[in-house]
């Protein structure tokens, strides 16, 4: 029996290549890289900016999570390796892992077994600093605020309707609600205040959608932080930040450049909450891709009725890419689970359960067949326990709809583990399509948010709570209806109810409330309680991980 490897086991035996090798491959000389020790660097962007994009753009989704997990972006990892195996030019593109979920349920962020992205620990903790950067950008406009009103409020800012939270990019409940500003007049004005973690500031998504830093600059000023005792809007240029913070962010911009196990090059950068933000890295990163490589492979969170939705009808726009193919990622064991079938017992044939399961997956098939005009392969993520059954099962089911299956292996096998699905991928890039947005920008914001809701969940109509209505009718009047939509979402369900799995009929969503991101350009729809500071779990990753005297890091993964 072959012996057991961790992920970080595996990574830390891997043999990386100097990142000019990796960087060399795709065309970028040693001129274009700004060196973060011997196996990462950032890239000069501008010495690309006259470059026209060239390759052909592959969304990497899957069905909704699940706690028997799905690999996306193991498969993801495991595609752009299998593509450049097969003598063709790929490059990856993955957002950054957060300290938060490292530290607190997943324990690492950066693919699996042989098809990971490294160096893996400095891709999961301190990284470059980008999330340090936004950070500090962030907290430098909470601070720029709140001195603005200390030292005489000329905007009329009332406290009480202060919207922009300091973040800290740690899971820590304690800080969701906070009072400050206690302590007499010299300390502020005290009023209620509170804590996101860092992913879910909206200066992380309006950096992950700029298309370069005076792009970066304009958004940021354009944000709204508060509003006044007239309930007129203050944005962060009102209080004169945007310049600040934008130089916060100047170096963080320029996208990560590392390599997978088998030394191909990927870019890791940024990364955007996939509920009240569009989840999917840099679009600076992804343009570059496009540029350098013949195909560019990005993941977008969660499941595809969020992450694919959102990359398509938001980042697909605000960046004028074009999609050739999509992989839909799913794992017998998870569509187990949403037939029914309790965690303990996925590893064991169950085929009417996988029949009860898999209308979740064929209905974002369908979804991204017909409401967006894209071609689909489906990627079955393989584990030991899957039977031939079970395999022929999904790929009967799926061939119904005109969509073929490959078996990847990546997780056991690397790229050569994943040449099927390349050679699939590869199939449907060479064939046109008609890709389409699910909603006009052009459209009210409320019958956007109606046609998500009908055609991507396949709910009978949305229900807007009186509060929701109002923001609604208020932001078309601030001029922010041409906006696209934002949905928060909880990601294990179509549905706003996390218990109704698989593919549920005969239901409505209610919408409760709405912001807007004007810096990030998109409405964020709030349908359930959506967390931006989460917590720790009762045993946390954090208490498995140890540093050795030698420098060392041991159990991240």
Not at 65 to 84: F, I, M, Q, R, W
Not at 237 to 262: R, Y
Not at 515 to 539: H, N, W, Y
Request: one cysteine or more; glycine letters at 10%.
């Amino acid at each position: 029996m072959a012996e057991y490897k961790s992920d970080i086991e595996i990574a830390q035996e891997a043999r990386m290549l100097p990142i000019s090798e990796v960087a060399a491959k795709v065309g970028l000389s040693e001129d274009m890289l700004e060196h973060y020790g011997k196996t990462k660097a950032k890239v000069d962007i501008h010495a690309l900016s006259d470059r026209p994009r060239r390759g052909k753009l592959v969304l990497v989704t899957a069905i909704n999570p699940t706690p028997a997990g799905e690999g996306k972006t193991t498969t993801s990892v495991g595609l752009a390796d299998a593509l450049n195996a097969m003598g063709k030019q790929a490059m990856l593109c993955l957002r950054e892992p957060s300290l938060g979920p490292v530290f607190g349920i997943k324990g690492g962020a950066a693919g699996g077994g042989y098809a990971q992205v490294v160096p893996m620990e400095d891709i999961n903790l301190h990284f470059t600093g980008d999330f340090h950067a936004i950070g500090a950008a962030n907290n430098l406009c909470a601070a720029m605020l709140d001195n603005h009103i200390k030292q005489g409020n000329a905007l009329g800012i009332d406290p009480r309707r202060i919207v922009w939270k300091r973040v800290v990019d740690m899971n820590d409940r304690q800080l969701r609600q906070v009072v400050d500003g206690l302590g007499g007049i010299a300390n502020g004005m005290p009023r209620e205040d509170g804590f996101d973690i860092t992913v879910a500031s909206e200066v992380m998504a309006a950096f992950c959608l700029a298309s370069d830093l005076m792009d970066l600059r304009d958004r940021l000023g354009r944000m709204v932080i508060a509003y006044t005792y007239d309930r007129e809007p203050v944005t962060v240029a009102d209080i004169n930040a945007q310049g600040a913070m934008a130089a916060l962010l100047k170096d963080a911009i320029k996208p990560n450049l590392v390599q997978t196990l088998e030394g191909n090059p990927a870019f890791v950068h940024g990364g955007p909450f996939a509920n009240i933000a569009h989840g999917c890295n840099s679009l600076e990163a992804t343009d570059c891709a496009l540029k350098l490589a013949d195909y560019a492979v990005t993941e977008a969170g969660f499941g595809a009725d969020l992450g694919a939705e959102k990359f398509l009808d938001i980042v697909c726009r605000a960046g004028e890419l074009t999609p050739s193919a999509v992989v839909l990622v799913a794992t017998v064991r998870a569509l187990k689970y949403n037939g029914g079938v309790p965690k303990t017992e996925l590893t064991s044939e169950n085929l009417e359960a996988l029949e009860a399961g898999i209308p979740n997956l064929l209905r974002h098939v369908s979804n991204i067949k017909d409401v967006w005009g894209l071609p689909v392969v489906v990627a079955i993520n393989a584990f030991p326990t899957d039977t031939a059954a079970e395999l022929a099962l999904v790929e009967e089911e799926c061939h119904e709809l005109g969509v073929n299956v490959a078996l990847s292996e990546v997780w056991a096998k690397g790229g050569e583990g994943g040449r099927a699905l390349a050679e699939e991928v590869v199939r449907l890039c060479e064939q046109s399509n008609d890709f389409a947005f699910a909603y006009e920008l052009d459209q009210p914001l409320k019958a956007k948010i109606e046609a998500i809701a009908k055609k991507v969940y396949h709910a009978d109509g949305v229900v807007f709570e009186p509060k929701a209505s109002r923001m609604l009718k208020q932001l078309e009047e601030q001029g922010f209806g041409g906006l696209p939509i934002c949905m928060a979402k909880t990601q294990y369900s179509f549905t706003d109810d996390q218990t109704r799995l698989g593919a549920p009929e005969g239901f409505t969503i209610t919408v409760r409330d709405v912001r807007v991101s004007a810096g990030a350009g998109f409405v964020v729809v709030l349908t359930g309680s959506i967390m931006t500071m989460p917590g720790l779990p009762k045993v946390p990753a954090a208490e498995k991980i140890d540093v050795t005297a030698d420098g060392r890091i041991v159990g991240l993964f």
